[in-house]
């Protein structure tokens, strides 16, 4: 990816930020004795919502664009009755639309799955196949386990590693963690606990970010409209995961991304 294309690393570079990550876990654990059994009531109360049927793939044609959205639940399409309805399925939509090119799209990973349950458990397979365009979803389960920020940097930066080495030439993205701080549907103080340390995780991230120039990562989603959440109030609907997939791509052109994507 050209210089200018390099995507914002947004992370704070003092010391003091340094400790306000550490802080973000320090206080979810002086909190776990309220935080705890809010976090069981949420999870005995909220629906529990499968991922898309399979198959997590489709599209095609003639030399298309090979796509993968690897990652969490919702990469997998958890909120939507089929695949094509998810993240996976709306990328590729706009991918088409943009480039006026076919798109092959495939989806990987699986609910609750944190970054290095993806490392463990799927980046090996996922990787076997041809991929052009790599779209990641983690850290929200990283956050919910209260994962150290160092903890997910170094995964973050194993992902990419073992996908540059695979696919050198691939573009990668990888969305904003999620704006807990709008999850109506979480009490206090888990809202803002969680708020706070997606936070410090997702500066981790972007920093990961610094040495692999053909990664990018979008900034925050801009507020949810009415609709964006499926009957959980919390997983996108489709109509969330089309406004993410189009959130994501207008970013993504803004950084120069069409002109380093295969033609």
């Known amino acids: 990816m050209p210089p200018t294309s390099r995507p914002q690393t947004s992370g704070p570079q003092s010391s003091r930020p340094l400790r306000g990550r550490r802080l973000s876990r320090a206080i979810a654990l002086a909190l776990a004795p309220v935080l705890v ?15 898309a049927p399979r198959p997590w793939e489709g599209g095609g044609g003639t030399d298309p664009l090979q796509l993968l959205v690897l990652g969490d639940s919702m990469a997998v399409g958890v909120g939507v009755d089929d695949a094509s309805e998810g993240l996976a399925g709306h990328l590729a939509a706009g991918l088409t639309e ?11 990973g699986r609910n609750g799955a944190t970054a290095r349950d993806v490392i463990d458990d799927h980046l090996a397979e996922a990787l076997s196949e041809p991929a052009d365009l790599i779209v990641l979803s983690i850290g929200a389960n990283d956050a919910m386990q209260v994962r150290s920020d160092r903890a997910f940097r170094r995964d973050v930066k194993r992902i990419l590693h073992d996908i540059f ?3 050198p030439g691939a573009i990668v993205l990888i969305g904003a963690l999620p704006a807990f701080h709008r999850f109506e549907i979480l009490p206090e103080p888990l809202r803002s606990t969680l708020s706070l340390h997606a936070r410090a995780l997702d500066v981790a991230a972007r920093r990961a ?5 053909r990664a990018h990562m ?23 995961y089309r406004e993410w997939a189009e959130f994501a791509l207008d970013d993504a052109w803004s950084h120069g991304i069409a002109r380093v994507l295969p033609s």
Do not use: N
């Open 37 to 51: 059994p809010q976090t069981v009531k949420v999870r005995r109360t909220v629906p529990k919502l499968p991922e």
């Open 218 to 240: 979008s900034p925050e989603l801009p507020p949810y409209s009415e609709g964006f959440f499926a009957t959980d109030d919390f997983h996108p609907s489709a109509q969330g």
């Open 165 to 167: 080495a695979a696919h």
């Open 98 to 108: 943009r480039t006026e090119h076919p798109v092959r799209w495939r989806a990987r």
């Open 209 to 213: 970010l610094e040495r692999f120039p």
